[in-house]
């Protein structure tokens, strides 16, 4: 299984930059995609989690407006799309998935989620 994560780059403060997420190996078309990110010297940490109907998605509360994350399960890829970006964000992001239906509330946890992608870096300059 592969999760591979594209879309990243050195963006100014406001721009706005689309994520995607393409997995190929297996379906996660049942399961939960999600987004988390590191910034440097920092720990990983939540960004955004979309379950597999497309409809039930978490924020951390730090992106909240700003991200949308969303699915194609056709594609088997899921997408970030960030606006109004801020040197904050600046981060390696992280798409993760499980073929698991997992509850809502626990999509923000590193441990539900089996898969992991490589990372793209997103730099955002004041």
């Known amino acids: 299984v592969q999760l591979q994560a594209s879309g990243g780059g050195l963006v100014q403060a406001g721009d706005s930059l689309r994520l995607s997420c393409a997995a190929s190996?297996?379906?996660?078309?049942?399961?939960?995609m999600g987004w988390f990110r590191q910034a440097p010297g920092k720990e990983r940490e939540f960004v955004a989690a979309?379950?597999?109907?497309?409809?039930?998605?978490r924020y951390s509360d730090s992106v909240k407006g700003r991200f949308t994350i969303s699915r194609d399960n056709a594609k088997n890829t899921a997408y970030l799309q960030m606006s109004n970006l801020k040197p904050g964000d600046t981060a390696v992001y992280y798409c993760?998935?499980?073929?698991?239906?997992?509850?809502?509330?626990?999509?923000?946890?590193?441990?539900?989620?089996?898969?992991w992608g490589q990372g793209t870096q997103v730099t955002v300059s004041s």
């Open positions: 979309i379950r597999w109907s497309g409809v039930s998605t």
């Open positions: 993760t998935a499980s073929p698991r239906r997992t509850i809502l509330s626990a999509t923000s946890a590193q441990t539900s989620y089996d898969y």
């Open positions: 190996g297996r379906t996660f078309s049942s399961g939960t």
